[in-house]
C-alpha cells in the first residue's frame, strides 16, 4: 500500500484536518527515520501489536505511517531517536485501536468438549481480545480431556448440564452471545433389530427431548434479551421420517412411538428461539466430516434443497467457521436460518468471503411450516 493510499484510509478514519497534518509531519518524520533496519523493526512490532488489538490488517499498514506521522505531530522536538519515536508510537496505538475497537464480549459455547463446539471455542480463544469465551462441557471428565488437549486455559472451561437450568442461567449471565453445540448422542446399544437386521440405537447420554429440547430452551432462554443466540442444529428437519429421527424411537405396546426424534426436537428449540425475540442464527449443516477447514467452497441453502452441489457434506472446521463469523456480524448473520454444505475440495473455490456466503441466500430463510414440530 503506497502511503498515498494510505493517507486516504487516514483521512477517513482520522478526519481531514489530522490527516493534512499528518502528511506534513511524515516527510519530517520520515527524515528522522536515519536508522531504516531499526525503523522496519519498529514498524514491524507495531503491525504485531496491532494485528493483536485485532485491528484490520489494510489498517495496520496505514497505521505503519500514521502512528510514526501522528508522534511527530504530537512531540515534534523532543522526538529525536527513534527509541522515544518507537515508544510514542506504540502509546498512539494503544489510544487509535482503543476508540476502534469493539469491546471484548462474553461469549459462551456449549458442547466445548464436542467435535465442532471445540473447534468453534478454539477460534473465539485465540482472538482474546475480541471474546471472553467460556466453554461449557457436560462433566468433569469431558473438562479434563479438552483441557489435556492442549491450549484451553482452565478458568475458561465450565462444568455445565444444559438440562440443569439454574446452572445455564449463572453461567450465562452479562454474555452477549450463546453459541449451541450440544447434542444428544446416538450410540448402539448393541442389540439388533430383528425385523430388519440392522443395529438398534439408544441415546445413553440424554435424550434428545432432555437435550435438544429442553437442554437448547435453557440455553436460550438464558441469554439476555439483547443476545444473540446461534444454534448448530442439522439439516433433514423437513423430513419427518428422516433416518436421524428414527434413531431411538421405540414402539409401544400400544402401537404408540416414544423417543427418538432428535431433528424434530431440535426443529422445536430453533421455532423457540426465533420467536423469543432474541437475534439468532441457526446453521442446518450437511453431514459432518473432519476434514480441514477454508479447503472448499461453501454452499448456503434452505429446507434441505440439493441446490448449488450435490454434495452433502461439510467439514467441522468450516461450520465452526460460519459460525464464528456469524457471531462476529451480526449485521449480515442474524436472524438466518440456513442450511449448509461443501463442495467437494476439488471443486470451486475455497470461500473467504463471508459476506457474498450469506448474501448468496437472496434473504431466503429456513421454512419452519415444513416438516412436523412436536
Ligand atoms: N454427525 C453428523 O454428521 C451431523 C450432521 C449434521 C448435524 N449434526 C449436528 O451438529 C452438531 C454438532 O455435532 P458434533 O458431531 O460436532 O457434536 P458432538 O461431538 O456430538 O458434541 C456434542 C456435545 O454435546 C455435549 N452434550 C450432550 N449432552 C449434554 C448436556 N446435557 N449438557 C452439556 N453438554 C452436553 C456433549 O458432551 P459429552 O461429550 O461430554 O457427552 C458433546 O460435547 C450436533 O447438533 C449434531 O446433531 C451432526
Not at 188 to 205: A, L, Q, V, Y
Not at 296 to 302: K, S, Y
Given at each position: 500500500m503506497t502511503f498515498a493510499h494510505g493517507a486516504k484510509e487516514s483521512r477517513e478514519f482520522f478526519g481531514r484536518r489530522a490527516c493534512v497534518r499528518m502528511e506534513e509531519?511524515?516527510?519530517?518524520?520520515?527524515?528522522?527515520?536515519?536508522?531504516?533496519?531499526?525503523?522496519?523493526?519498529?514498524?514491524?512490532?507495531?503491525?504485531?501489536?496491532?494485528?493483536?488489538?485485532?485491528?484490520?490488517?489494510?489498517?495496520?499498514?496505514?497505521?505503519?505511517?500514521?502512528?510514526i506521522v501522528l508522534l511527530s505531530l504530537l512531540r515534534p522536538k523532543t522526538m529525536r531517536t527513534i527509541f522515544s519515536q518507537s515508544f510514542l508510537m506504540l502509546a498512539?496505538?494503544?489510544?487509535?485501536?482503543?476508540?476502534?475497537?469493539?469491546?471484548?464480549?462474553?461469549?459462551?459455547?456449549?458442547?466445548?468438549?464436542?467435535?465442532?463446539?471445540?473447534?468453534l471455542f478454539r477460534k473465539m480463544l485465540a482472538l482474546p481480545d475480541e471474546f471472553d469465551a467460556i466453554g461449557l462441557v457436560r462433566s468433569e471428565e469431558s473438562k479434563k480431556s479438552l483441557i489435556e488437549s492442549g491450549d484451553v486455559p482452565e478458568s475458561s472451561v465450565k462444568v455445565v448440564d444444559v438440562t440443569d437450568a439454574d446452572a445455564v442461567k449463572q453461567v450465562a449471565k452479562d454474555c452477549s452471545a450463546f453459541c449451541i453445540c450440544t447434542s444428544a448422542k446416538p450410540k448402539p446399544t448393541g442389540e439388533t433389530d430383528e425385523t430388519t437386521g440392522?443395529?438398534?440405537?439408544?441415546?445413553?447420554?440424554?435424550?434428545?427431548?432432555?437435550?435438544?429440547?429442553?437442554?437448547?430452551?435453557?440455553?436460550?432462554?438464558?441469554?439476555?434479551?439483547?443476545?444473540?443466540?446461534?444454534?448448530?442444529?442439522?439439516?433433514?428437519?423437513?423430513?419427518?421420517?428422516?433416518?436421524?429421527?428414527?434413531?431411538?424411537?421405540?414402539?409401544?405396546?400400544?402401537?404408540?412411538?416414544?423417543?427418538?426424534?432428535?431433528?424434530?426436537?431440535?426443529?422445536?428449540?430453533?421455532?423457540?428461539?426465533?420467536?423469543?425475540g432474541k437475534t439468532y442464527t441457526i446453521v442446518h449443516p450437511g453431514g459432518l466430516i473432519n476434514?480441514?477447514?477454508?479447503?472448499?467452497?461453501?454452499?448456503?441453502?434452505?429446507?434441505?434443497?440439493?441446490?448449488g452441489t450435490d454434495s452433502r457434506t461439510v467439514p467441522?472446521?468450516?461450520?465452526?467457521?460460519?459460525?464464528?463469523?456469524?457471531?462476529?456480524?451480526?449485521?449480515?448473520?442474524?436472524n438466518r436460518?440456513?442450511?449448509?454444505?461443501?463442495?467437494?475440495?476439488?471443486?470451486?473455490?475455497?470461500?473467504?468471503?463471508?459476506?457474498?456466503?450469506?448474501?448468496?441466500?437472496?434473504?431466503?430463510?429456513?421454512?419452519?411450516?415444513?416438516g412436523e414440530i412436536l
Amino acid at each position: 500500500m503506497t502511503f498515498a493510499h494510505g493517507a486516504k484510509e487516514s483521512r477517513e478514519f482520522f478526519g481531514r484536518r489530522a490527516c493534512v497534518r499528518m502528511e506534513e509531519a511524515h516527510h519530517i518524520s520520515q527524515k528522522r527515520l536515519k536508522n531504516p533496519k531499526l525503523a522496519s523493526f519498529e514498524i514491524r512490532r507495531t503491525r504485531t501489536f496491532l494485528n493483536r488489538m485485532n485491528l484490520p490488517i489494510a489498517l495496520s499498514y496505514n497505521l505503519q505511517v500514521g502512528p510514526i506521522v501522528l508522534l511527530s505531530l504530537l512531540r515534534p522536538k523532543t522526538m529525536r531517536t527513534i527509541f522515544s519515536q518507537s515508544f510514542l508510537m506504540l502509546a498512539s496505538a494503544t489510544a487509535l485501536s482503543a476508540s476502534s475497537t469493539v469491546p471484548r464480549r462474553k461469549v459462551v459455547v456449549s458442547g466445548a468438549g464436542g467435535q465442532t463446539g471445540q473447534f468453534l471455542f478454539r477460534k473465539m480463544l485465540a482472538l482474546p481480545d475480541e471474546f471472553d469465551a467460556i466453554g461449557l462441557v457436560r462433566s468433569e471428565e469431558s473438562k479434563k480431556s479438552l483441557i489435556e488437549s492442549g491450549d484451553v486455559p482452565e478458568s475458561s472451561v465450565k462444568v455445565v448440564d444444559v438440562t440443569d437450568a439454574d446452572a445455564v442461567k449463572q453461567v450465562a449471565k452479562d454474555c452477549s452471545a450463546f453459541c449451541i453445540c450440544t447434542s444428544a448422542k446416538p450410540k448402539p446399544t448393541g442389540e439388533t433389530d430383528e425385523t430388519t437386521g440392522r443395529p438398534i440405537f439408544g441415546f445413553p447420554n440424554g435424550i434428545p427431548e432432555e437435550v435438544d429440547w429442553q437442554g437448547q430452551k435453557n440455553q436460550i432462554d438464558a441469554c439476555g434479551p439483547e443476545g444473540h443466540v446461534l444454534i448448530c442444529s442439522s439439516m433433514g428437519g423437513t423430513d419427518p421420517n428422516h433416518v436421524l429421527n428414527v434413531l431411538g424411537r421405540t414402539i409401544n405396546p400400544d402401537g404408540t412411538a416414544s423417543g427418538g426424534n432428535i431433528l424434530k426436537w431440535k426443529r422445536k428449540a430453533e421455532v423457540h428461539l426465533m420467536e423469543s425475540g432474541k437475534t439468532y442464527t441457526i446453521v442446518h449443516p450437511g453431514g459432518l466430516i473432519n476434514e480441514s477447514g477454508g479447503e472448499r467452497e461453501l454452499v448456503l441453502g434452505v429446507d434441505d434443497s440439493t441446490e448449488g452441489t450435490d454434495s452433502r457434506t461439510v467439514p467441522r472446521e468450516d461450520v465452526a467457521e460460519v459460525m464464528l463469523q456469524a457471531l462476529k456480524h451480526p449485521d449480515l448473520y442474524g436472524n438466518r436460518s440456513f442450511d449448509l454444505r461443501a463442495k467437494p475440495s476439488e471443486e470451486g473455490s475455497p470461500t473467504t468471503d463471508f459476506r457474498a456466503l450469506v448474501e448468496s441466500l437472496n434473504g431466503k430463510n429456513c421454512d419452519y411450516s415444513l416438516g412436523e414440530i412436536l
